[in-house]
C-alpha cells in the first residue's frame, strides 16, 4: 500500500494573545490519500482554518507558534525555511480561501492576477502566461476567458470570483487542493455549482483535496472521509458513509441533526446544539463537548477520551459514552 499524500502528526498552533496562549489546533493528527477528498467539518471557531493554515505556514503576525509534523510525500513542512516553503506552495500545495472577494486585489486586472504564479512558478514569458491562464479560466467553466483577464474584481459576480480563485490556485498543478468554505457567502445553486467544480476538477487532475465546511450536509456525498473538529481537536475521524451510517461521537450526532431536511416528518424549528464552545485559551480537563453533551458522566468532566476504533476501518472517535451506550 503506498504512503499517503499528507501525513499529519500532533499538529498544534498556539497564539500568544494579550490574555494568554489560543490553543487554536491542539494535537491533530490525520492523512489525506492521494486522489482523495477529506471533509473537515466543525462549528464555526474550532480549528478548520487554523488547521489549514498550519499546514500550509500560513499564519499571521510572529507569536504564533507550530509543533508535530507534516509530512508532505514524505518531507516535513513545519522543518522547511520561508523560501523553501515558498517553491511548494502553489506548486504542490494550493489554497482556496473563505471569501473571493477579499482573496483577490481589488486593483489588479484578473489577468495580472493570475499570471502571476504561471510566470513565478513556471518561468513563463508574458504572452505564454496569459495564453496559459486563458486555458485555466476555461477549466472552469468561464465562457470568455479574454474578456475576463482584463476585467477587475468588483465587475465580476460572488460566483465568477470564486472560479477565479479556484484557476489561480490550481494554476500550477498542485497535487493537494485546501479549499476553506469555498462556497461561503455563494447562493444555494452557485454553491452546488462550486462544488461540482471541484469534484470535476479532482477527477480530471488526480489531486487530493481537504473541503473545510462546517455543514456536514455540504460534504455528504462529495468526500470520501470526514474529520469532525471541535474547540481545537479531532473527535471523529472515518469513511464518509461509515460516520453517516452511525456517528458514535454526540457532537456528530448534534450536527447532523441540524441539517435542515426536506423529507423531515416534524417541520418543526430546526435543532440547535445548546451552550456554547469552551474558550481556547484554558479548555480546561475532561472531554471539551462535555459540559454541552447530554451523554455526559463524571469521567467526561476529568479525563479527555483518546481517539479508539468504532470497529469500521478506519472510523474512530473520542467519548467516553458513545452514541448507544448508557453513560
Not at 16 to 45: C, I, K, P, Y
Not at 106 to 126: K, N
Not at 262 to 284: F, K, M, N, Q
Not at 289 to 307: I, K, S, T, V
Request: contains cysteine.
Amino acid at each position: 500500500m503506498s504512503p499517503p499524500l499528507m501525513e499529519v502528526r500532533d499538529l498544534r498552533l498556539r497564539y500568544r494573545t494579550g490574555r494568554g496562549m489560543v490553543h487554536a489546533v491542539d494535537g491533530v493528527s490525520l492523512t489525506v490519500e492521494r486522489g482523495e477528498t477529506l471533509g473537515l467539518v466543525g462549528e464555526s471557531g474550532c480549528g478548520k482554518t487554523a488547521f489549514a493554515r498550519a499546514v500550509t505556514g500560513l499564519v499571521p503576525g510572529n507569536d504564533a507558534q507550530r509543533s508535530g509534523s507534516v509530512l508532505f510525500a514524505g518531507e516535513d513542512l513545519l522543518a522547511l525555511d520561508d523560501e523553501a516553503m515558498r517553491s511548494v506552495l502553489g506548486t504542490r500545495i494550493a489554497m482556496v480561501f473563505q471569501s473571493p472577494l477579499t482573496s483577490l486585489n481589488p486593483v489588479m486586472r484578473i489577468g495580472a492576477q493570475l499570471t502571476e504564479g504561471l510566470r513565478l512558478h513556471r518561468s513563463l514569458s508574458r504572452a505564454a502566461a496569459r495564453a496559459a491562464a486563458a486555458d485555466l479560466l476555461r477549466s472552469v467553466h468561464i465562457a470568455d476567458p479574454e474578456a475576463m483577464l482584463r476585467r477587475y474584481p468588483h465587475q465580476l459576480s460572488g460566483g465568477m470570483r470564486q472560479r477565479v480563485i479556484i484557476a489561480i490556485a490550481l494554476a500550477c498543478g498542485p497535487e493537494l487542493l485546501l479549499a476553506d468554505e469555498p462556497t461561503t457567502a455563494l447562493d444555494v445553486t452557485v454553491q452546488a455549482q462550486i462544488l461540482d467544480l471541484l469534484a470535476e476538477l479532482r477527477r480530471e487532475r488526480g489531486m487530493a483535496t481537504v473541503l473545510v465546511s462546517h455543514d456536514l450536509g455540504v460534504v455528504a456525498t462529495r468526500t470520501d472521509r470526514i474529520a469532525v473538529m471541535y474547540a481545537g481537536k479531532i473527535v471523529e475521524y472515518g469513511p464518509t458513509r461509515a460516520l453517516f451510517r452511525r456517528p458514535r461521537m454526540p457532537y456528530t450526532e448534534a450536527l447532523l441533526g441540524a441539517i435542515p431536511r426536506l423529507d423531515a416528518e416534524d417541520r418543526g424549528p430546526l435543532r440547535t446544539i445548546p451552550g456554547s464552545p469552551p474558550s481556547l485559551l484554558d479548555p480546561g480537563p475532561g472531554c471539551r463537548f462535555a459540559p454541552r453533551c447530554a451523554h455526559a458522566g463524571p469521567r467526561c468532566l476529568a479525563e479527555e477520551p483518546p481517539l479508539r476504533e468504532a470497529g469500521t476501518p478506519g472510523h474512530r472517535f473520542a467519548c467516553w459514552h458513545p452514541i448507544g451506550t448508557e453513560p
